[in-house]
């Protein structure tokens, strides 16, 4: 029995199927067959059943689990405690929000890449709601997201907060909320509900709402004069700095934009861990020199 073996077992287990553990491991799915196959033999014991869909645990292969929880777990220690990281390898698939990512994204992959010389980044940006999906699928290993992921399998990791100001074309003169459109995040997210929330309070049955996944796309349109709407500083520099858009106050200010670095807790992944503290200390830092 070896620890590839144990590795194989536990993917497959928490993946329910050969061809998401080979997806994970990054092997072929006749050698992830061919490996729990030899484990199977091994210890003269039959560990899956094919039910309607997924795979299921047979009662030894429930037992088998747990002990390879621990193997593994001990293995992972091992790396921590002994090992340098730097000789670490292997695939880490990343996602962040668009926000996170034209913030302080850089720094932390090039600090993550001087502690990890040898891992390889497959990055992921999208809205929050999808990397939330990515992140429980396990398509993921880490995501900067809206956050916390209010589920018991998630280690969310809090970051620090994004203000919003609310911005205009400098073209424009004074705004009635009632009579521009206000442009917000996608409508899937909670931004948008709690803004469209408070706004039909405040301005009633004349407001248009506009919602956009992409920031960028939401910035230009406001320097256009289309729309106006309240988005983090570091999404506007650019804009502000080609004198295109002002920050105006329409009486109220939308709550902070919550972060998290989000990731499954089990099975345990040090490389993980130490990524999302590796984030927490960069995002500290830079919001520490931009955030005013």
Same mark, same amino acid.
């Given at each position: 029995?070896?620890?590839?073996? %144990?590795?194989?077992?536990?993917?497959?287990?928490? %993946?329910?199927?050969?061809?998401?553990?080979?997806? =994970?491991? @990054?092997?072929?799915?006749?050698?992830?067959?061919?490996?729990?196959?030899?484990?199977?033999?091994? %210890?003269?014991?039959?560990?899956?059943?094919?039910?309607?869909?997924?795979?299921?645990?047979?009662?030894?292969?429930?037992?088998?689990?747990?002990?390879?929880?621990?193997?593994?777990?001990?293995?992972?220690?091992?790396? @921590?405690?002994?090992? /340098?990281?730097?000789?670490?390898?292997?695939?880490?698939?990343?996602?962040?929000?668009?926000?996170?990512?034209?913030?302080?994204?850089?720094?932390?992959?090039?600090?993550?890449?001087?502690?990890?010389?040898?891992?390889?980044?497959?990055?992921?940006?999208?809205?929050? %709601?999808?990397?939330?999906?990515?992140?429980?699928?396990?398509?993921?290993?880490?995501?900067?997201?809206?956050?916390?992921? #209010? !589920?018991? #399998?998630?280690?969310?990791?809090?970051?620090?907060?994004?203000?919003?100001?609310?911005?205009?074309?400098?073209?424009?003169?004074?705004?009635?909320?009632?009579?521009?459109?206000?442009?917000?995040?996608? #409508?899937?997210? =909670? &931004?948008?509900?709690?803004?469209?929330?408070?706004?039909?309070?405040?301005?009633? &049955?004349?407001? =248009?709402?506009?919602?956009?996944?992409?920031?960028?796309? #939401?910035?230009?349109?406001?320097?256009?004069?289309?729309?106006?709407? &309240?988005?983090?500083?570091?999404?506007?520099?650019?804009?502000?700095?080609? /004198?295109?858009?002002?920050?105006?106050?329409?009486?109220?200010?939308?709550? &902070?934009?919550?972060?998290?670095?989000?990731?499954?807790? !089990?099975?345990?992944?040090?490389?993980?861990?130490?990524?999302?503290?590796?984030?927490?200390?960069?995002?500290?830092?830079? @919001?520490?020199? @931009?955030?005013?």
């Amino acid at each position: 029995m070896t620890f590839e073996q %144990l590795r194989t077992f536990l993917w497959v287990a928490r %993946l329910g199927g050969f061809r998401k553990a080979s997806d =994970r491991l @990054h092997l072929s799915q006749p050698a992830v067959s061919t490996r729990i196959s030899n484990l199977e033999d091994e %210890l003269d014991a039959k560990l899956f059943e094919r039910g309607p869909g997924d795979l299921v645990l047979t009662k030894q292969g429930q037992q088998l689990l747990g002990y390879a929880e621990q193997l593994l777990y001990v293995e992972e220690e091992i790396k @921590h405690r002994v090992a /340098n990281p730097a000789e670490t390898e292997g695939l880490f698939r990343i996602g962040a929000s668009e926000t996170i990512a034209q913030a302080w994204l850089p720094l932390f992959l090039q600090a993550f890449s001087v502690k990890f010389p040898r891992v390889n980044i497959d990055l992921t940006v999208d809205i929050s %709601l999808n990397l939330r999906a990515a992140i429980l699928e396990r398509r993921l290993d880490l995501a900067f997201l809206m956050g916390p992921i #209010s !589920e018991y #399998s998630v280690k969310n990791v809090a970051l620090p907060q994004f203000d919003l100001h609310w911005y205009k074309d400098k073209q424009l003169g004074p705004i009635d909320l009632s009579e521009i459109p206000i442009i917000s995040y996608s #409508s899937q997210t =909670r &931004p948008y509900r709690e803004l469209t929330s408070e706004l039909a309070r405040r301005v009633g &049955p004349k407001l =248009r709402v506009f919602s956009s996944a992409s920031l960028s796309a #939401s910035l230009r349109m406001i320097a256009a004069g289309i729309a106006v709407g &309240p988005y983090p500083r570091v999404l506007a520099v650019r804009h502000l700095e080609a /004198n295109e858009i002002e920050e105006f106050d329409p009486g109220f200010i939308p709550p &902070p934009l919550e972060f998290t670095a989000s990731y499954l807790a !089990e099975p345990r992944s040090l490389l993980v861990e130490n990524g999302a503290e590796i984030a927490r200390e960069i995002a500290i830092d830079w @919001h520490r020199t @931009h955030q005013n």
